[in-house]
């Protein structure tokens, strides 16, 4: 089913649906915000049909009485979410399967802190519903974190119970077009949420790639940012990252060479050497945007999961992300308390950044200039080789004249730093050349890439 001819349903028509549903049966537990969603299926009649029962454990006594306490002390949590999906999930099968064998049994959770009244805090939660396509089979889970925009607390409620409506449909209704599954969950919600995870687990979705799941988000404006880690699981940043140093290298990854790995080890170093790093909580990351995946006309599936398969499998941890100004990036792991963020990238991207900056506010210089370089971020400058041999660093970038006294400013206060360390010897490698060589079957590509790579490229037919 395609996008272009799906119908959008009015929240409360999807609730009826499945309200009027006879195989679909299940259950609802709330914690905190998230109050809204069993309430749709009230309203719109029928719902003795569809609920066995819901479930609100607003207490965190109460809670934990319930699903057991959670060790970080945070409730608005992943793991929180699969606590109460076991437990809810688990009582309607020991309750109610030998009275009900014929139906669906499913189990709705959700986890979620709205904005307070003093609007000190940004309203997010966990959302999941496990649930049967068929009474003898093994449940299926739909895992999702919502980052809430609505400037009002009752607007967030109200959003949460849409979102939860979306996902029980989408679910029941869209489960053989994962692609339609993700950008309903959206429906009479833009501009109002971000889906920053998405997980698509169970027998149901065992041809699904969940790193396809992340693009689509991205792809299709649910998210600016999702991340899946080396088993190619999707990963949230609030849980993976939270209050931990974070360096970033965005690259186009096709393929990745030798430079890029050379940058990876010793910007990664040099970032764990900070004073102001801890070494042992810090993460790296590598970043493709949609803008780079489209860089050769359409967005190409393939092309991607080529891309993520090699970086999977050289151990990477990836952000595909609709960023294609840094500060966009900045702003979205800022809302996570990362203390310390690093941007790694090559001299001549650095060059074009600071030229672009300068160009798009010529009467705001100091702001945009503030924008991207923050008190907590660090530019690592990993250098490129000109024609003559002389190298292209931070402290040799051609500037306009105009911000000479601020640009020193940024390296005199270590905004922006050289890349120590670097291997000269991989300075000549261009990936596009690299590219270019695979494409044509030209010899010696393979003595530019990691070996890791080599070996996919060749052994296992991963395309360029």
């Known amino acids: 089913m395609s996008n272009t001819t799906r119908r959008t349903l009015e929240t409360e028509q999807k609730a009826l649906e499945i309200n009027l549903d006879p195989q679909v049966y299940g259950a609802f537990a709330e914690i905190g915000a998230g109050q809204e969603v069993a309430r749709y299926f009230f309203q719109v009649g029928a719902a003795a049909g569809t609920i066995a029962k819901t479930m609100s454990a607003y207490d965190k006594t109460v809670s934990d009485e319930i699903y057991g306490p959670e060790p970080s002390g945070r409730y608005v949590c992943e793991s929180r979410l699969y606590k109460m999906l076991d437990h809810e999930f688990g009582l309607l099968e020991a309750r109610l399967r030998d009275s009900r064998p014929d139906q669906n049994f499913f189990a709705f959770a959700d986890t979620v802190s ?29 895992v999702l974190h919502v980052r809430l925009l609505d400037h009002d607390n009752r607007l967030q409620q109200q959003a949460v119970g849409i979102l939860g409506v979306n996902l029980v449909y989408a679910c029941y209704r869209y489960h053989r077009d994962s ?33 396809l ?35 970033i290298a965005r690259g186009s990854y096709k393929p990745p060479t030798l430079v890029q790995q050379d940058m990876a080890r010793c910007t990664y170093a040099q970032f764990c050497a900070e004073p102001d790093v801890d070494a042992r909580q810090a993460y790296f990351l590598t970043e493709i945007t949609l803008d780079n995946l489209r860089s050769e006309g359409e967005l190409n599936e393939r092309d991607f999961l080529n891309r993520a398969e090699i970086l999977c499998a050289l151990g990477h941890t990836v952000i595909v992300s ?3 100004q840094h500060k966009k990036l900045i702003a979205y792991f800022r809302d996570y308390r990362v203390p310390r963020i690093g941007l790694a990238l090559g001299a001549r991207k650095f060059q074009t950044i600071i030229r672009e900056t300068h160009a798009q506010n010529p009467d705001n210089l100091l702001g945009a200039f503030g924008e991207l370089f923050l008190r907590h971020v660090r530019f690592y400058v990993y ?82």
């Open 114 to 142: 709205a904005i307070n009244y003093q609007k000190t805090n940004k309203g997010n939660g966990w959302l999941g519903l496990r649930f049967q396509l068929r009474p003898d089979a093994a449940p299926n889970d739909v």
């Open 179 to 211: 692609e339609t599954l993700v950008q309903s969950l959206l429906d009479n919600l833009h501009g109002r949420v971000a889906l920053d995870l998405i997980r698509l687990h169970g027998p149901d979705f065992a041809g699904v790639d969940n790193r």
């Open 213 to 247: 799941v992340c693009l689509w988000a991205v792809k299709n404006g649910l998210t600016d940012v999702a991340i899946f880690g080396p088993d190619s699981v999707p990963l949230h940043a609030g849980e993976l990252l939270y209050k931990k140093p974070v360096l």
């Open 322 to 324: 609709n960023c294609l």
């Open 383 to 464: 250098p490129a080789r000109h024609a003559d041999g002389s190298l292209l660093t931070s402290r040799t970038i051609e500037l306009p004249s105009d911000i000479h006294y601020l640009y020193q400013h940024l390296l005199d206060h270590r905004n922006v730093v050289d890349v120590q360390g670097f291997d000269p010897a991989v300075l000549h490698i261009y990936h596009k050349e690299v590219l270019r060589m695979i494409r044509s079957g030209a010899p010696g590509w393979e003595n530019m890439v990691p070996e890791e790579v080599a070996r996919l490229i060749q052994d296992r037919g991963v395309g360029m």
